[in-house]
């Protein structure tokens, strides 16, 4: 199996990893290569600057007269008598230079826009000799050397990049055959968990009336309980083939009407909400405002599991509201409850599969998949899932999902 089978979601999530390594790598790279770069301009910075003073100290302090200097060097020299000298060839900005204003030493100095060092030395017979050298050749240098290392340091990036990208998707190879063989695996075996469950619930069902008709309380709690166990894992799998399902067949989309989903599941879970005493309610803004694009049952088994996940946490009394409304581009679904509610710092939790809050309870046995899984086909549809509420006072889930219009034509993303 190669990554070309993994499911569009698993592709889209290989894609991101390859794009992060290869930008990571070229952070580092860059860090490392603008690290380098700048330590070694700084180095032959220092150097050059070095080099340059001891040029002309060792200039001042060994010339003899002012007629062969090293190159570069123009020296200026003043006899005790007053005489002034000065090389051949000096620039005339110099030539109005007095030996006499320089201190002893290394000192710098501008004429114009051209920068200067300086050395003064002073002989035994009282002559001033002063060597200077003009830097502005050594700024042109450096401005070569600056550009030199920025154009190595660019090419060394991309050139990061380009072998980040590389090493990323041999690194995400396994990982998409690894999400491939699971939603494989996942497929399979829910769909060939469905059926023996569903023959076993139903024979758990026969049982439940048989025993009822022998009035024993007690093993009548314990069928009921069967069969409540029974109806779990069966939605569990039925979660989990449409997951899987959902992830590998985009192009089931179609136009659905997200306020006729939440109104059938509505009518469906009347029933139920009537038995536990609380009351379920429907509410939509304008008809066709709602049309997004989609899989019917796939949105269809999620507003139902929020739905019994509201009630599941209600109370005797309580209510529930399904709303739906356009929003701009998006179709906002809402299900919201006045029952036993939940922390919002513990949101991102609930969101995870087997995420279960810590006061949880509810009717019935629960497994902690439904909003996971919920949350799964609402990205699948290029959407997304919130959770608000406060403990004890209720809880609201909101899935937003693009409209119709606004639906890009590329496959959904996870």
């Known amino acids: ?28 790279v860059a860090i490392v290569v603008v690290a380098v770069a700048g330590i070694a301009f700084l180095v032959d910075a220092r150097a050059q600057t070095a080099r340059v003073q001891e040029t002309v100290r060792t200039a001042a302090r060994t010339a003899d007269d002012v007629t062969d200097p090293p190159a570069g060097v123009v020296l200026l020299a003043r006899s005790a008598d007053g005489r002034l000298q000065r090389s051949p060839g000096a620039p005339a900005r110099l030539t109005g230079l ?18 200067y060092q300086a050395f003064t030395s002073v002989r035994a017979n009282g002559t001033r000799f002063v060597a200077v050298l003009n830097t502005g050749e050594l700024g042109e240098e450096r401005d070569r050397l600056g550009r030199a290392l920025l154009l190595a340091g660019v090419i060394g990036i991309v050139g990061a990049a380009v072998i980040g990208g590389l ?11 690894a999400l491939a063989l699971q939603r494989r695996f996942v497929a399979d075996a829910s769909h060939e ?3 023996p469950l569903t023959v076993l619930h139903t024979r758990a069902q026969i049982l439940s009336r048989h025993v009822g008709a022998n009035n024993d309380p007690a093993l009548t709690d314990q069928v009921r309980e069967l ?9 569990v799998v039925e979660d989990l083939l449409l997951s899987a399902e959902l992830q590998h067949r985009p192009d089931r989309q179609e136009r659905v009407d997200l306020a006729a989903v939440g109104a059938d599941v509505v009518r469906a879970f009347a029933p139920y909400a009537e038995e536990l005493g609380v009351e379920l309610r429907f509410e939509a803004s304008s008809p066709n405002e709602g049309v997004v694009a989609g899989v019917r049952s796939s949105l269809h088994r999620a507003v139902g599991a929020l739905v019994d996940n509201a009630l599941a946490h209600n109370r005797t009394g309580g209510h529930v509201t399904v709303g739906v409304r356009r929003r701009g581009d998006e179709v906002v679904l809402t299900v919201a409850d006045d029952g036993e509610g939940l922390d919002p710092e513990i949101a991102d939790t609930l969101l995870r599969r087997f995420g279960r809050g810590e006061q949880a309870s509810g009717h019935g046995r629960r497994f902690g998949l ?3 899984l919920v949350r799964e086909v609402v990205q699948a549809h ?20 693009p409209a119709l219009e606004r639906v890009d034509p590329r496959p959904p993303l996870q």
């Open 1 to 28: 199996m190669n990554r070309s089978g993994a499911a569009p979601a698993d592709r889209a999530l290989l894609r991101r990893a390859t794009r992060a390594i290869a930008v990571q790598t070229g952070v580092a």
């Open 98 to 115: 007095d030996p006499s204003k320089f201190g002893l030493g290394r000192s710098t100095f501008t004429v114009g826009s051209d920068s």
């Open 167 to 177: 090493i990323g998707r041999r690194a995400t190879r396994p990982l998409g055959d």
């Open 193 to 195: 968990l469905r059926t």
């Open 227 to 235: 069969v409540a166990d029974t109806r779990a894992l069966g939605e």
């Open 370 to 372: 439904g909003l996971a």
């Open 382 to 401: 290029r959407g997304r899932l919130d959770l608000d509420g406060r403990p004890g006072v209720g809880a609201t889930v909101t899935m937003v999902l």
